[in-house]
């Protein structure tokens, strides 16, 4: 059974670079998509981006400038960058995948990491 | 960009029927996927491909397609079907990942 595990900082001050990092675990990296989600709290889902096994990425244009995700397939580890983070990036930061099937209908994810901004 | 939109809330009775719609433009094109999640956890995959379940997922939820409206649709309502429900879909002409608001359903 293919499992994610995630981990990265949780209290961040304006201005820093998030940072996160999900590591899979049961499977492969190669031949599937693997995502960003955050859900600020109380709120709606929101993609942030993904990269593929060839490394390709696709993000969120609202976040585009500020965003870098990459990977490490030898370590399979797949990371998120965030810069110049604000209050607004306050949220609960989960990776995802959709392993089983296309059409990135996502049936794995992470535990989710609570990324607090604040001065 | 591609919008999704949900009615933020649903109300039902325990045994009744629940139905969450997701609307978008030609949605009925697009494969939809449909989203539980509860608090404190992260979401769970409930229907994917517009009607079909994963594993372990009851099958009184099911789901339907066409025109500019997606449904999710939950049979004989339970206590513990009471969460918040979101749709997605994977947009192609854009190739980005679109979420409904999300729709929070109460089971009185």
């Known amino acids: 059974q293919v499992q994610l595990q995630q981990w990265g900082a949780g209290l961040l001050k304006p201005s820093e670079t998030l940072s996160l990092t999900c590591a899979i675990y049961?499977?492969?990296?190669?031949?599937?998509?693997w995502s960003w989600i955050r859900q600020p709290p109380g709120k709606g889902l929101e993609w942030i981006g993904e990269?593929?096994?060839?490394?390709?990425?696709n993000y969120n244009p609202s976040l585009k400038s500020r965003v870098t995700i990459s990977a490490d397939t030898s370590r399979n580890h797949f990371s998120l960058k965030l810069s110049s983070v604000t209050a607004a990036d306050t949220a609960v930061y989960y990776c995802?995948?959709?392993?089983?099937?296309?059409?990135?209908?996502?049936?794995?994810w992470g535990q989710g990491t609570m990324a607090t901004v604040s001065s | 960009s591609y919008v999704l939109t949900q009615p933020p809330s649903v109300s039902v009775a325990p045994g009744k029927t629940a139905r969450i719609t997701c609307g978008g433009n030609?949605?009925?094109?697009?494969?939809v996927h449909w989203y539980q999640q509860k608090p404190g956890q992260a979401p769970v995959l409930v229907i994917y491909?517009?009607?079909d379940r994963p594993s372990g997922i009851p099958e009184r939820f099911s789901g339907s397609n066409s025109g500019n409206t997606a449904t999710l649709t939950i049979s004989r309502v339970e206590a513990g079907d009471e969460a918040d429900y979101y749709c997605?879909?994977?947009?192609?002409?854009?190739?980005?990942?679109?979420f409904g608001g999300g729709t929070k359903l109460t089971v009185l």
């Open positions: 995802a995948s959709g392993y089983i099937y296309a059409q990135r209908a996502f049936d794995i």
């Open positions: 049961g499977g492969s990296f190669s031949g599937y998509y």
């Open positions: 491909y517009d009607s």
């Open positions: 030609n949605i009925g094109s697009k494969s």
């Open positions: 997605q879909v994977w947009d192609t002409s854009s190739d980005q990942v679109v």
């Open positions: 990269i593929s096994h060839s490394g390709s990425t």
